[in-house]
């Protein structure tokens, strides 16, 4: 059976939206406090688990090798030998089990069970908050609304997970504490091969930030330049 045009003419908003949400970066909250000496001075580093269980680990390994990649560009350079390291970087990382949110998604109205009516418009993007400083996470997800697009309102339960990571940078001359900062996401997913790696990059963005200031970064989608 044909699908009418009409009814196509409805749905092509929607398979815009769908593929505009896919094209939208990773936000994150990231504080951070240092008081890591110039670059140019010529440090080196050496980057390690906080949990010695992961040490050894190629999942592990692979974090801390875009740390490093990250610490380079920033001017330092990676110890030859760890035992000669001037500074030690520890990493720690985690997702939580997910919580459920709740949303309310107001009917269209309008006219007919596809019409353009009052219900569309206001309410259609609700990100929810996430507390201090006005920084807030959120999203449009146009994969809620699957199902009925007539009259009335919907309520849709899904998961969300929060991410953190932790880097702290301390001198191996007096073990002086050197930088301490601190990466957290909400997002839909509890991968950690797709949060970490988005998280280091906001940990690094604009490296090693002002301290004491708590900032909102957004990592674009791979193949999507930071605006």
């Known amino acids: 059976m044909k699908t009418p045009k009409k009814l196509l003419a409805a749905l092509a908003p929607l398979s815009l939206l769908a593929l505009g949400a ?8 990231v504080s951070r406090f240092q008081a890591l000496p110039p670059p140019a001075q010529g440090q080196t580093f050496v980057v390690q688990a906080r949990n010695p269980a992961l040490q050894g680990g190629i999942e592990f390994q692979s974090y801390a090798r875009l740390v490093a990649a990250r610490l380079e560009q920033a001017g330092y350079r990676a110890a030859v030998d760890p035992r000669d390291a001037n500074l030690v970087v520890s990493l720690d ?4 089990q997910g919580h459920d949110k709740i949303e309310t998604i107001p009917g269209w109205g309008g006219y007919g069970a596809f019409g353009w ?22 999203w449009y997800d146009p994969w809620l609304w699957g199902g009925g697009l007539g009259y009335g309102d919907e309520v849709r339960s899904y998961t969300v ?25 909400l997002s839909r997913s509890d991968d950690l091969p797709y949060l970490v790696p988005n998280l280091i990059e906001a940990m690094f963005t604009n490296f090693p930030g002002n301290s004491g200031e708590t900032v909102r970064i957004t990592v674009p989608p791979p193949g999507k330049k930071r605006s």
């Open 22 to 29: 896919c094209a939208q970066g990773f936000d994150a909250r």
């Open 93 to 96: 990382y985690d997702v939580d």
């Open 117 to 138: 009516g009052p219900g569309w418009g206001p309410g259609f993007y609700r990100p929810f908050g996430y507390g201090r400083a006005g920084f807030r996470y959120g």
């Open 161 to 185: 997970y929060q991410s953190q990571l932790r880097m702290e940078i301390e001198s191996t001359q007096d073990g002086k504490r050197l930088f301490e900062g601190t990466a957290k996401a």
